[in-house]
């Protein structure tokens, strides 16, 4: 079965300095996809940034990257200069090779402080 | 383009009330997904649905229903409602089965007197 774990229940960053938020993940199948989502207060899943198992190069976009640890089954999410709007819940989801639904972990809820 | 629609935002039913959630995909994507969400029990899939045919589904019971139309809208029901199903629920699409992302509506939030 697969899982996710996100061992931050809550984070705090000062305004424009940069935080990483960990995910680790669990799963036997060898093909298999990593998404960072971000849902804001409004409720709204917004999705951020993708990384495929076979990805030779950690996924970046914009002020996202991700930091892939392949053999440590790690995916962390590092957010450069953090802006007040960045505060919301931050999810990991992993979605295995086939027709699988997204197992996603518990969420990290990050605050950013001016 | 738009996103992802969901009707009603809100929503207030009793125990024993039934409910229809609405979910309207991205123009041209052909899968919804759905998942429930409570500060308990995190995020949670419920069912999947491709080219009308239920591709997957969740751990809930048979009081979960859904169904997927021509136009790939998709309605989710919930009968016989208890407490425990004051949650919120999100829909999300993509254009196919295995994709990279899904794209999320805004959810429907449910609560249950």
């Known amino acids: 079965a697969q899982k996710i774990t996100q061992t931050q229940p809550g984070m705090f960053v000062q305004e424009k300095e940069a935080v990483t938020l960990d995910c680790t993940y669990d799963t036997s199948d060898p093909s298999y996809g990593l998404f960072w989502y971000k849902q804001p207060s409004s409720g709204e899943m917004i999705f951020l940034i993708y990384?495929?198992?076979?990805?030779?190069q950690n996924a970046t976009e914009g002020r996202y990257s991700l930091n892939f640890q392949k053999a440590r089954k790690s995916a962390n999410l590092v957010i450069s200069a953090s802006q007040l709007g960045d505060s919301a819940m931050y999810f990991c989801?992993?979605?295995?090779?086939?027709?699988?639904?997204?197992?996603f972990g518990k969420g990290t809820r990050l605050s950013v402080i001016a | 383009k738009a996103g992802v629609t969901q009707t009603p935002r809100y929503l207030i039913k009793t125990r024993g009330q039934q409910v229809t959630l609405s979910c309207s995909p991205i123009s041209g994507h052909r899968s919804v997904s759905w998942y429930q969400q409570t500060p308990g029990q995190g995020l949670q899939f419920l069912f999947e649905?491709?080219?009308?045919?239920?591709?997957n589904k969740g751990n809930f019971p048979g009081r979960f229903s859904g169904r997927q139309f021509s136009n790939s809208r998709s309605e989710m029901n919930v009968s016989t409602l208890e407490l425990g199903d004051s949650a919120l629920y999100l829909c999300a699409s993509s254009w196919g089965l295995v994709t990279n992302e899904q794209f999320f509506g805004p959810g429907t939030r449910l609560t249950v007197l």
């Open positions: 990384q495929g198992s076979y990805d030779q």
């Open positions: 989801a992993m979605r295995v090779s086939g027709n699988t639904p997204l197992v």
């Open positions: 649905y491709f080219s009308e045919t239920q591709r």
